[in-house]
């Protein structure tokens, strides 16, 4: 499922923990590790202490994962993080970015400069956020977020290419809708036949989906929903669309909206997965 993994971590919060897990699952086991740690860009003796502090640090976190040496690459980069995480991963051609996150909100994630917040609104590769609030758990229970859209039925597969290789695994799939919907004459509405469409797309992959639907505000609903299902781990689909002027400012032409996915990012009680739609169908 995964062959190259890019893990950006400044040795603080949960990211070691959640690159364990994944490791114990199948899929992932082969994938090649990528370690990147990026350094300021110094001149002098400067340069030298913190690459040589850098470099430490990969290695330490390295075996502390007990990763053999054949199974990782670590990098050391200069340069500004958010953007060199971004690079990086397009020159290895990154299937997942493992990012840890303080999980600030918007306006703070944009005033601390976060570079996290940067590559979760700017990445087109799947990027898993690991917030360093949360007690990060097996891979058991995941839920997906189902909208019945493209880059939604990527994201399906890739929770049931998760859940298949996890034995006694579980995958939810919730839909919201903004209101409640009336059933047409047949006693299906629009949300049923969404999930129905979804439950048999995941048992074309040999995964038995268990459908939720709600109603209200979609961030606080999938949030809520995965609390109730006590999920390790939410997928979920993302189609914002972010103007290319944006790149230098990032999330300032959308501080006076709304975005499901960054509400979703800061407030999930687990780790989140995103999948976003690849810029070759935009």
């Not at 976190?61 to 060199?84: C, F, N, P, S, Y």
């Amino acid at each position: 499922m995964f062959r190259n993994l890019l893990i950006a971590d400044s040795g603080k919060g949960h990211v070691e923990e959640m690159v364990r897990m994944l490791r114990a699952i199948p899929p992932c086991r082969q994938a090649r590790l990528h370690l990147l740690h990026v350094v300021p860009e110094q001149v002098g003796d400067e340069l030298k202490t913190h690459r040589r502090q850098a470099e430490e640090l990969v290695a330490g976190a390295a075996e502390r994962m007990g990763l053999e040496a054949a199974a990782i690459t670590t990098l050391v980069r200069e340069g500004d993080a958010k953007q060199t995480v971004l690079k990086v991963a397009e020159e290895i051609d990154a299937d997942l970015i493992v990012m840890g996150s303080r999980g600030l909100g918007r306006l703070q994630s944009i005033l601390s400069n976060s570079a996290s917040q940067y590559v979760f609104q700017l990445s087109t590769r799947p990027m898993l956020l690991v917030r360093d609030d949360l007690y990060v758990r097996a891979i058991n229970r995941v839920m997906v977020t189902v909208d019945g859209t493209g880059v939604g039925d990527d994201a399906i597969r890739l929770a049931c290419e998760l859940v298949a290789a996890v034995p006694g695994g579980t995958l939810t799939g919730v839909h919201v809708s903004r209101q409640d919907l009336t059933p047409s004459r047949g006693g299906k509405s629009p949300a049923d036949e969404v999930l129905e469409r979804a439950v048999q797309r995941a048992r074309g992959f040999g995964v038995e989906m268990k459908p939720i639907h709600r109603s209200g505000d979609v961030g606080r609903t999938v949030c809520a929903a995965a609390e109730e299902e006590r999920a390790d781990l939410l997928v979920i689909a993302s189609q914002d669309r972010r103007p290319l002027v944006a790149r230098a400012l990032v999330d300032l032409d959308r501080l006076l909206g709304s975005s499901v996915s960054d509400y979703i990012r800061v407030h999930a009680p687990a780790p989140v997965l995103l999948v976003r739609e690849p810029e070759g169908r935009r």
